[in-house]
């Protein structure tokens, strides 16, 4: 990210405001802060005692597994469509072989 690019936007995130810089779109980094902000609450509303952090860390974690699904849903996905993809062109061949 180039500084020149850069601006400063501040999101609010547990009740604390935070000035980010970034060269991101505006809303797209106040939408962050937000999904952010509702996880932690979240994790807040399942956890007993009220350690900032420890509740950050289960916020954390909770959206790093959301992460690792989501990219191992895509792979499955790209798994698919390459098998998919695979047997049609397959299929495509024995047509122009029949038609020959």
């Known amino acids: 990210m180039a500084d020149e690019d850069a601006r400063v936007v501040t999101v ?14 505006i809303e797209y980094i106040t939408e962050l802060a937000s999904y952010v902000d509702q996880k932690i609450q979240s994790a807040s509303d399942h956890s007993t005692g009220g350690d900032t952090v420890r509740i950050a860390v289960l916020a954390a974690l909770n959206i790093a597994d959301e ?3 989501s990219r191992k ?3 499955t996905l790209g798994d698919s ?3 998919r993809t695979t ?3 397959a299929m495509i061949d024995r047509v122009l ?3 020959n």
């Open 97 to 99: 072989d029949a038609s």
């Open 87 to 89: 047997e049609i062109e």
């Open 67 to 69: 992460y690792f699904r």
């Open 73 to 75: 849903n895509e792979n």
């Open 12 to 25: 609010e995130i547990m009740g604390q405001r935070y000035p980010i810089k970034s060269s991101l779109d």
């Open 81 to 83: 469509l390459h098998q």
